[in-house]
């Protein structure tokens, strides 16, 4: 199938970029994987479509005192291949190389991810685990900054505006004694998870669980935070119960839903065994 006819730009600043979308009929592309598809369905139809492929001002990314500053043009790849992302948020790493297959990875951007908002991505859980902050563009507005487990609305839908333009995202550091696990059930490598679940989870001087942050994917219309404190997460490492009831009530959308709700306690089980060790391992290395 063919697209239906439209205009194209292909501006080379965020500025000239913003200043096309106050077209109302305008639709940003950035690595395509997703807009190119709708449009050859002809389920998405825009007047003008605004490539951002030369705003190579938003590929980068800067170290900044306790967090990390990521353009919203970065590639998977570039995610994947990031030496600093890789010791500081290895979850982050880890999510990314369960995103598709080599070809999508070289195209699909972090902010194209966002925009598209599938509660299967793994990008828009691993924003919501870390705590991650987004900042997006627009000429009437201004800059505005959201904090992604608030960007996040339904199914393919955000808080953005059609003007709007996600140009950075800030990631915090974790804490100290804080590990993480990520657990992802699909049918093969590169499929859409079943369900999954991304956990960080911080420790006391003696090994206790203090905190535990987790994102979900694909049990609900977006990213399902949980988070809990210590009188709440299991004493040894016996983590199913704790997640059967903490999964008890999701809302997938899916046929089965009592099948996805099980492989989702499942998933998060055993990423919160997996982040317990890591922190106790590095407990031992200090």
């Not at 009929?25 to 479509?49: E, F, S």
């Not at 369900?195 to 003696?206: C, F, I, M, P, W």
């Not at 210590?230 to 983590?239: I, R």
């Amino acid at each position: 199938m063919k697209p239906a006819p439209f205009r194209y730009l292909r501006p080379s600043t965020v500025e000239e970029a913003l200043e096309a979308l106050r077209d109302p009929d305008a639709k940003a592309l950035a690595g395509g994987q997703n807009l190119l598809t709708l449009m050859n369905m002809r389920l998405a139809r825009p007047g003008l479509v605004v490539d951002l492929g030369h705003l190579h001002e938003l590929r980068r990314s800067f170290d900044d005192d306790g967090q990390v500053i990521l353009g919203a043009l970065m590639t998977h790849r570039d995610l994947l291949e990031h030496t600093t992302l890789g010791e500081r948020h290895p979850v982050l790493t880890e999510m990314v190389s369960h995103i598709g297959h080599p070809a999508i990875r070289n195209r699909g951007t972090l902010g194209g991810s966002l925009a598209h908002a599938d509660p299967a991505g793994e990008l828009p859980s691993a924003m919501v685990l870390l705590g991650a902050l987004l900042h997006v563009d627009s000429v009437e507005r201004g800059r505005r900054t959201v904090p992604a487990e608030d960007f996040f609305e339904a199914h393919y839908e955000t808080v953005l505006e059609p003007d709007e333009l996600i140009t950075w995202v800030t990631v915090p550091d974790r804490g100290p004694r804080t590990g993480w696990g990520f657990v992802e059930h699909a049918p093969r490598h590169g499929d859409y998870a079943i369900a999954g679940a991304a956990v960080h989870l911080s420790t006391d001087a003696d090994g206790r669980a203090l905190t535990l942050r987790a994102s979900m994917l694909n049990v609900g219309e977006t990213p399902v935070l949980v988070e809990a404190v210590g009188a709440d997460l299991p004493t040894d490492d016996d983590w199913e119960p704790w997640a059967r009831e903490v999964t008890a009530d999701l809302e997938p959308g899916a046929d089965d839903v009592d099948y996805v709700r099980a492989v989702a306690s499942a998933a998060l089980a055993e990423a919160a065994a997996q982040a317990r060790a890591r922190a106790l391992a590095q407990m031992e290395q200090t």
